[in-house]
């Protein structure tokens, strides 16, 4: 049985070789004419079946070999070129290349690669032309140039193949998310992620060298296709890839997992606002932060942002205390911030803290230090809401009118205000409100340098 086993494995592996399918395909068919001559000139429908015959033949190898490839859908598929001298050798790199297909199908959603024929594309001027030409089928490209022979290792020959070189092909858009996306710029992250990586296969060595193989190939696949994906604005495949990578940080050294660590950042950044604020899929945004957090949780601008939007999006979602704890997260890392006090003392007014809420908001009144916020947001949330909470009324009145007065529009906050003072009158449960509204209006709360700014001046 093993003979013939062999000898149908020789088959299979020649017949990818377009002449060795040729004349296959010849032999087959002189052979049928050969015998069966008169069969088919009495019989012309026959001769017309077996030029069908013939088409399905060559229409499934085409396929079978992806010299006919398929329109891809909501994917993205890198292209494997393998370079050799040699017919046999490439084979169990084959074989790694197809469990490594196998894999990243099944732990990357979104992303798939398709293997070549050995030589099918050997030089950087025809992989370019040949994935223009194929734009609608597949994204990027890698040639692996392998080479193969004996080499003494303690003392004894041994058969090696080593993947000398590794090159990336591909069609990149214009700049986007602050990433360089030259092609040069691009190889040179792909090149660092070669960096400290063995792509030598010892067949002595096998089990081990075929799983150092697989790791350090897949490393630089996905890795390449993540970056293609959110270099096309595709967030999705990009966050599955490098999300993918990061991990599995035992194959990274910490140059490379820096870089990838950053573009992390702001893919999850982009894309959740993108999201949540564009897209009106808060569950969506709600998903993506949350796995942004059980990856980082460093102290850095990325996180503050990620903080405060989460805080917000938890809210609206009903997830009250995950709110606060988000907030409260963004005040261990700055707490002297315009938005923990906005936050806070929007947590009061729902918890119808009426002291808290002049505790949060007077801060705030420091209008050259927390003037960078977006108050007309805050005011448009705080309108949203006061439908909803309408037992709280007069705290949410309250902060509108602090913050137009302060930060929007003075003159309208000064009436907000006066009619605050006027419906709630003598009422004792308003005193503290009735005592921090009148040190708004006497100016006597806070007095910033930019203080009362006049509303032209303001909007010049």
């Not at 969506?284 to 990620?306: G, Q, V």
């Not at 209008?367 to 909803?388: P, R």
């Amino acid at each position: 049985m093993k003979p013939t086993f062999d000898f149908f494995e020789i088959i299979y592996d020649k017949i990818e070789d377009k002449k060795y399918f040729i004349i296959i395909l010849l032999v087959l068919n002189l052979t049928t004419i050969y015998y069966q001559f008169s069969f088919l000139k009495e019989n012309i429908l026959y001769s017309v079946l077996l030029l069908l015959i013939n088409f399905i033949i060559i229409t499934t190898w085409r396929v079978w070999t992806n010299r006919f490839i398929f329109y891809k859908k909501n994917k993205i598929v890198l292209g494997v070129f393998i370079k050799c001298d040699d017919d046999t050798s490439h084979k169990e790199i084959k074989k790694i290349l197809k469990s490594l297909k196998h894999e990243i199908k099944n732990d990357i959603e979104g992303f798939e690669i398709i293997i070549f024929p050995l030589n099918f594309k050997t030089s950087d001027d025809e992989i370019e032309k040949f994935i223009f030409d194929k734009e609608y089928a597949f994204d990027v490209a890698v040639l692996l140039d392998l080479h193969y022979g004996n080499e003494k290792i303690n003392g004894s020959s041994e058969e090696k193949i080593l993947i000398k070189n590794i090159k990336n092909f591909g069609i990149y858009p214009k700049k986007i998310l602050g990433i360089e996306n030259e092609l040069k710029a691009l190889s040179i992250h792909i090149e660092v992620r070669k960096i400290d990586k063995n792509f030598e296969y010892i067949k002595s060595n096998s089990f081990n060298d075929k799983l150092k193989l697989n790791n350090n190939l897949k490393d630089i696949f996905v890795f390449q296709a993540g970056l293609y994906a959110v270099l096309n604005n595709n967030f999705e495949i990009s966050l599955n890839c490098l999300d993918f990578l990061y991990r599995i940080q035992e194959s990274m050294n910490s140059r490379s997992n820096e870089f990838l660590k950053v573009i992390l950042k702001k893919i999850y950044t982009h894309h959740s606002v993108t999201e949540y604020i564009f897209n009106n899929k808060s569950n969506e945004a709600y998903n993506l932060l949350k796995r942004y957090f059980e990856l980082f949780d460093d102290n850095d601008f990325y996180t503050i942002t990620n903080c405060t939007n989460f805080s917000r999006l938890c809210f609206e979602l009903d997830k009250y205390e995950e709110a606060k704890f988000y907030t409260e997260k963004i005040s261990k890392i700055k707490s002297d911030i315009g938005v923990v006090h906005i936050n806070r003392a929007f947590f009061s007014i729902i918890e119808n803290n009426k002291n808290d809420l002049i505790k949060y908001l007077t801060p705030l009144a420091n209008t050259s230090k927390y003037e960078k916020q977006n108050y007309v947001v805050v005011i448009e949330f705080l309108e949203k809401y006061k439908k909803k909470y309408s037992d709280r009324l007069y705290l949410f009145n309250t902060a509108i009118g602090f913050y137009n007065y302060y930060y929007v529009d003075k003159h309208l906050g000064l009436g907000e205000l006066n009619t605050i003072l006027k419906e709630v009158g003598s009422n004792e449960e308003f005193d503290e409100l009735v005592v921090f509204i009148n040190l708004i209006l006497k100016n006597k709360l806070f007095r910033g340098s930019y203080y009362h700014r006049k509303k032209d001046k303001k909007a010049a």
